[in-house]
């Protein structure tokens, strides 16, 4: 199992850090903690993704010389994508923090429970 | 028909309708009588006969309330880390387990380097005239979905400004409003270092990012890079000079104008392909020569536009958060 795993470091590395945005994600009661282990979450997906579309001895996409053979090139579709996750995640860490921001201002404090519990008094 | 009955109110049936519409119990009065009963009885006895159990039943309270607030809560706290701590290791476990079945890192025959990639590749030159293939997959061939991500930007600064955009008629935001005007007033806090580095280093940063965007379709980079380049440069820019010089060239009206404008131009020249029939795909604009700038019809354009939105909504991302507005 560590052979495969070392042959795919790129992808090991990759869940380790999802694993440890995910980590944080749960256990950190700071709501701009939590932010922070989203994006490191993101940044894991684009590394898995970008590893996926390498490929050994072969050069970016982009057409030098005229030479078009597929042997020439590296996969053009995973860059496509995190080009397009990129985006999205800046867009969700953006609205993300503009609503911690709004509960700051409301209950004084980032603390989710704290949070949580204020907005139940609130309730009742 | 039981409604007609006298004692209906005592029935089981009309107890469960009081409690499923979350009434309370209709049996107040009887039980209230029963009590200034009782009051009175107890108000012969002398009070400090029940101060004993009165101060018991408050230890007790105090206690399990305490528990909950104390040592309860953190035990609990410890007991959700150690759940935290054990659902995590499971998942990275289970991910780890699944990685080492997958095939091995850049091989050339791996599963995701099909046919389309290949396509791409050969025909793509041919098809978009865009020398990197990347830029021509993403605004030629799925241009539809860059179009649907310029426009979650668009969203996403449109909910950010609704959530932070501070509404000066309205009372209360009175004060909130004045402390912005008059952190902007003493925000730029003219630094010496700070000034100098960005007016040699703004021009040639705005001057990169459109070099990115002007390339995009020739060499890495393109609408997304670009505009975030340039995005940091006006934030750089703001930094130094404070919000009375970007607002020369840059308020909320130019974002309106320059985003609508951006994203109605891309909407309108993807969507006559819709008219046209969804395989024709070709656009009236000539490809021209592959490596020139003016090359590869619409892709120039389309980069353009969401180098645009791109670098106006980081700017205006950065300008909500800061002051709440633009």
Known sequence: MFTALWNNVEATVAIILFGIGFTNLMLNRNMIKKIIGFDIMDSAIYLFLAAKGYIKGRQAPIVVNGIQDVEAYINPVPAGLVLTGIVVSVSVSALMLALTIRLYRRYHTLDIDEITMLSRKEEK | MSKLRKDYETTLWYRLLCFVNGEEKPQEEPEEQ???????TIAIVPEDIWAPVEEDKRQLYDMYRHWT??????????????????????????????????????????????EVAARYIEKGLQETGAVNIVTGMILDYRAFDTLGESHVLFVAAAAVMILLRLDKGKKGNQAQAAAEENDRI?????????????????????????????????????????????????????????????????????YKRISIAALGFYALSKSYSFYTGANHLESFIPKGTPGAILSSGLILPLNICVGMVVACTMYGFYAVFRKGGM
Do not use: W
Request: proline content about 5%; some cysteine.
């Open chain 2, 34 to 40: 029963v009590r200034v009963e009782e009051d009175k």
């Open chain 2, 69 to 114: 607030l104390g040592r309860g809560m953190k035990l609990f706290h410890r007991l959700y880390a150690v759940f935290a701590v054990f659902i995590c290791a499971v998942i990275i476990g289970t991910l780890l387990y699944t990685v080492s079945y997958l095939p091995s890192f850049g091989d050339a025959h791996n599963p995701d380097n099909n």
């Open chain 2, 186 to 254: 003493y925000e730029p806090k003219n630094d010496a270092i700070l000034q100098k580095v960005a007016k040699v280093l703004v021009p040639p940063i705005i001057i990169f990012g459109i070099y990115v965007i002007l390339n995009g379709h020739l060499s890495p980079g393109g609408g997304f890079s670009g505009g975030a380049i340039i995005g940091a440069g006006l934030i750089l820019y703001l930094n130094a000079f404070g919000f009375a010089k970007t607002e020369r060239f840059f308020t909320y009206k130019t």
